[in-house]
Structure formats: C-alpha cells, structure tokens
C-alpha cells in the first residue's frame, strides 16, 4: 500500500476472491484476492462463464506458494478489468508482473 508502480497489463476477465487450504500444509487463506477465471477450473467440470458464491475450483496459477493444485471455494465474483503492475515496495524491493489488482486499487501519483 503507498507504493508507486507502473501498469504494465491491463485485461478484462472475471476476478474472484476465494478461500483455500495452501497444498504444503500452511494455514487456511480466507478471502483471498485476486484469481482470474483463466486461473482456476470447476471441480465437477461444469462449462460456466462466471461461477457463484460457494462453487469449489481447483486453483491452477503458482503465483504464491501452495495455490497451484489447492482446492478453494469461491467467495466473491465480478466481471471487471484486473491489471498487472511493476512497482517499488516501500521496502525498497522491486516486484514485476504484480497479478492481479482492480482500478479501485490503484490511484494516480
């Protein structure tokens, strides 16, 4: 938060928050923001543009430790732009390819 950056992506997809138990064991993630919907794939296989609240995925980005292969349920969904962004954190390290943040996230310097 507070750190400026540079979008360097922006791609119209369904964003979702989800819940989902990290596969190396680590703790329970709850509500965590965001997977795209090329992200993740129905459990029973079901062919669904936008899937609802409570529906279980399996998770297929590696993007944190855990997710790829993890089991999760959907908490939240909403159609909108995501973009993904270069920034400095304010501890000095510099991260590329930030996935995903919503325009509400963002503001301009």
């Not at 296989?45 to 409570?54: A, S």
């Amino acid at each position: 938060e507070g750190a400026e950056g540079t979008i360097v992506g922006a791609y119209e997809s369904t964003v979702y928050s989800l819940s989902y138990t990290p596969t190396t064991g680590d703790d329970f993630q709850e509500n965590h923001k965001w997977v795209v919907k090329e992200e993740i794939d129905p459990v029973d296989d079901k062919d669904v543009e936008t899937l609802n609240q409570g529906a279980e995925v399996i998770i297929n980005s590696d993007r944190e430790e855990g997710m790829l292969g993890a089991k999760g349920e959907i908490d939240t969904s909403e159609d909108t732009i995501v973009y993904m962004v270069d920034f400095k954190e304010t501890t000095g390290e510099e991260v590329k390819n930030y996935q995903w943040l919503k325009e509400s996230e963002l503001s301009a310097p």
